[in-house]
């Protein structure tokens, strides 16, 4: 058996959802102790819970230690074997972090996959469901893999809501990722959506979203999408994406929509002036397909967070690959370049 201290690194949920992931699809036997250790409240959350359930119908076999706040958890995984059926992670917890875990393996599974989800698509400390759509898939798919994503309806904290229709066809052959130059930024595009909140939340982001970006010499088309009788949940953020860069920021109580708009179009800014070819958090989600895939990858990141480090620890435990790791320093800054050899 194969022991992770959940602890390691950014020692949060990540651990988990790669660890049980990469578990499955090798076969290993895994415990996780000390799980979320460096969280405020330790331990598996409702979401986890959910994510390491919906390995469990993909791939069998034993757990123990699945219940909520539990520090411990083992597994011990049996064939992988596609399903069809629901999945309700109750109130907003995060759609984007439960199929990190679920989708690599069900591209290993021996049919296909269809899974409607219910919980929050746009909600903090998470990617939200436009970067899966726009940035996140399309990097699968030049990789050789065809999910489609379908969002019914969003949810938002606290109340959740959304859903999401997710089909995972199994896999023939990873490709490796390489993208030798930054993708080219002519226009911007992006989705300002908001749901029981008046119509003008959203056109207030995409507006200043589009100020700021003209301001630095970018083109940008961003569309709105407005529910403004919503029994579901209320909510408002905005995405915005060029190639394999993205920028993002959701509303909160007090937080004018300007502010949203200004803060997204500055987090996709700060990617695009650097010499990366794919963004941070793009970045620390291929490691583990790029480790499965046949052939070499490449990703250039203008930083290494936490999080890209951990995935990188993590998926060296349970597969026989090597990775290279070196800095780069450019006329516009350092950027970290990434190998999968």
Not at 36 to 62: D, F, T
Not at 249 to 255: C, I, N, V, Y
Request: with cysteine; proline share 5%; net charge negative.
């Amino acid at each position: 058996m194969l022991h992770i201290d959940g602890s390691v690194g950014e020692g949060g949920g990540q651990i988990i959802r790669t660890a049980i992931a990469l578990a499955a699809i090798t076969g290993t036997e895994v415990e996780i102790t000390n799980i979320r250790a460096n969280r405020p409240k330790p331990g598996l959350s409702a979401q986890h819970l959910h994510a390491v359930k919906a390995v469990e119908r993909l791939a069998g076999g034993q757990t123990e230690g699945l219940a909520l706040r539990s520090t411990r958890l083992s597994f011990a995984p049996g064939p992988l074997t596609g399903f069809e059926g629901t999945i309700d992670i109750g109130t907003a917890g995060s759609i984007t972090l439960l199929l990190q875990c679920l989708i690599p393996v069900a591209l290993c599974a021996d049919r296909a996959t269809q899974v409607r989800i219910t919980g929050g698509t746009d909600v903090a400390w998470s990617p939200p469901i436009d970067f899966y759509t726009q940035v996140f898939l399309p990097a699968l798919k030049e990789m050789g893999c065809a999910v489609h994503l379908d969002v019914r309806q969003r949810g938002y904290y606290p109340k959740g809501g959304g859903v999401v229709d997710v089909t995972v066809p199994p896999m023939k052959q990873l490709k490796g990722f390489v993208l030798q130059e930054p993708e080219p930024d002519d226009v911007i595009r992006g989705i300002s959506h908001s749901c029981g909140l008046p119509a003008h939340v959203a056109e207030r982001q995409a507006n200043a979203a589009s100020r700021l970006l003209r301001a630095d010499g970018y083109h940008s088309a961003i569309k709105t999408e407005i529910v403004e009788k919503s029994t579901w949940t209320t909510g408002c953020g905005i995405t915005l994406w060029c190639g394999y860069k993205s920028g993002s920021a959701l509303g909160e109580r007090g937080k004018r929509a300007e502010v949203v708009g200004e803060e997204a179009a500055r987090n996709l800014i700060t990617e695009l002036q650097s010499n990366a070819t794919v963004d941070v958090h793009l970045a620390d989600q291929l490691v583990p397909y790029t480790a499965l895939a046949d052939g070499p990858s490449e990703l250039r990141v203008r930083t290494m967070t936490k999080h890209l480090e951990t995935n990188v620890y993590i998926t060296l435990q349970f597969l026989d690959v090597a990775f290279e790791i070196e800095e780069e320093i450019t006329k516009e800054g350092a950027v970290f370049v990434i190998r999968k050899l």
